[in-house]
């Protein structure tokens, strides 16, 4: 009874660790885009993962930034177990899958083609369009429980954290909006104003209209990627037959494919 107990304890939080792993151009977790076919924690303790992109050709930097974020949630389990990440069904998955196994960088793995990749500018950029859709979901929420553009920017974080939102994007953006902005302005004042520019400039009751235009135009295009990704692998990945807990891939054959729509977010 103990041993299930503790398998159970372990499968929980395996889960939520790789639900704090994000699709850096999405900002949405990859167990909630599906990206993560396959997650068990072995009789051993060891910790075995599968993983699956939407397309045989995704970005192999998107990819990479991906996995490398598994290999650190892997690597705050709380027992420190050995673990297998394994990449299918992308045109570089043998290169990703041995260089991630003997902890290799994005530039050990592909010497020549990571030539003019900055990983690290990358990162940077969708760190900003992260903060920017996290804050756009909050600032709609607050506006929509009918409080001033005067109220929301005049909010600190003790007053942020006591305001309540129903079920929705602004609930689930809220503390993810939070986190983005203590990483952000880790030197911040308590009593700073929540509502900054991601260069911490100050936005003005009367410049809040604008700069939430700003904030919807990176919320759609992130939205429409979403769309599409999970539209892509909906299409490539039936599960017409099972085999050893896989999932069949399905040819993508437009003429056989009935074209379907993507879940809303």
């Not at 069904?89 to 793995?109: C, L, P, Q, S, Y």
């Not at 900055?118 to 804050?135: I, M, P």
């Not at 009593?191 to 235009?213: K, M």
Request: net charge negative; proline share 6%.
């Amino acid at each position: 009874m103990a041993t299930a107990s503790v398998s159970g304890s372990r499968e929980k939080e395996l889960w939520r660790r790789l639900g704090e792993v994000n699709d850096p151009e999405l900002d949405e977790p990859v167990t909630e885009m599906g990206f993560v076919e396959r997650a068990e924690v072995m009789v051993d303790g060891s910790v075995d993962v599968d993983f699956r992109l939407p397309t045989y050709w995704c970005s192999p930097n998107f990819a990479f930034l991906m996995l490398d974020g598994v290999r650190k949630a892997l690597d705050q389990l709380s027992w420190a177990p050995d673990y297998r990440v394994k990449l299918h069904d992308h045109m570089f998955a043998e290169e990703v899958n041995r260089g991630m196994a003997e902890g290799k960088t994005f530039g050990d793995i592909f010497a020549v083609l990571a030539e003019d990749q900055d990983l690290g500018a990358l990162r940077e950029t969708f760190r900003v369009k992260a903060f920017k859709r996290r804050q756009e979901a909050v600032l709609r929420g607050l506006k929509a429980h009918g409080l001033t553009d005067r109220e929301i920017l005049g909010m600190d974080l003790p007053a942020y954290d006591v305001a309540r939102f129903e079920p929705g994007e602004a609930a689930k953006q809220k503390p993810r909006y939070r986190a983005a902005l203590l990483e952000r302005f880790p030197d911040r004042r308590p009593d700073d104003p929540v509502f900054v520019t991601w260069e911490g400039q100050r936005i003005a009751p009367g410049a809040l209209s604008a700069h939430l235009a700003e904030l919807r135009g990176v919320r759609i295009n992130m939205e429409f990627n979403g769309a599409l990704c999970r539209g892509l692998k909906q299409t490539r990945y039936k599960e017409l037959d099972v085999v050893d807990g896989e999932p069949t891939l399905v040819d993508f054959i437009m003429d056989r494919v009935p074209a379907r729509t993507a879940p809303t977010a």
